[in-house]
Nanobody, 117 residues
Framework: QVQLVESGGGLVQAGGSLRLSCSAS????????MGWYRQAPGKQRELVAR???????NYAGSVKGRFTISIDNVKNTVYLQMNSLKPEDTAVYYC???????????WGQGTQVTVSS
């Protein structure tokens, strides 16, 4: 069983920064990728940033140049540095880990990010 524990959410003014962390524990067999998704009220969950085990990184267009994803493979921890935050970044941010031959997804409990204007 894989557990994901997120931290770092909170309330920040527009233009500010936050750093999210997600630590994975448990039996992780064949890590494929880790990443961050977000879901705003009334909207579908969307990809924010994702980093594969091979180091390939994908960002949503809306966060490119402002957010940076990184991973500590020793600690099994993924980070999301969020700069120049905008009110439209307000959402619950979920950590995702994809592992195994068939690509099973694991999710964290979510952390609220609120950006005030």
């Amino acid at each position: 069983q894989v557990q994901l524990v997120e931290s770092g959410g909170g309330l920040v003014q527009a233009g500010g920064s936050l750093r999210l962390s997600c630590s994975a524990s448990g039996s992780i067999n064949r890590l494929n990728a880790m990443g961050w998704y977000r879901q705003a009220p009334g909207k579908q969950r969307e990809l924010v940033a994702r980093i594969s085990s091979g180091g390939n990184i994908n960002y949503a267009g809306s966060v490119k140049g402002r957010f940076t994803i990184s991973i500590d493979n020793v600690k099994n921890t993924v980070y999301l540095q969020m700069n120049s935050l905008k009110p439209e970044d307000t959402a619950v941010y979920y950590c995702n880990l994809n592992a195994g031959l068939f690509g099973r997804d694991y999710w964290g409990q979510g952390t609220q990010v609120t950006v005030s204007s």
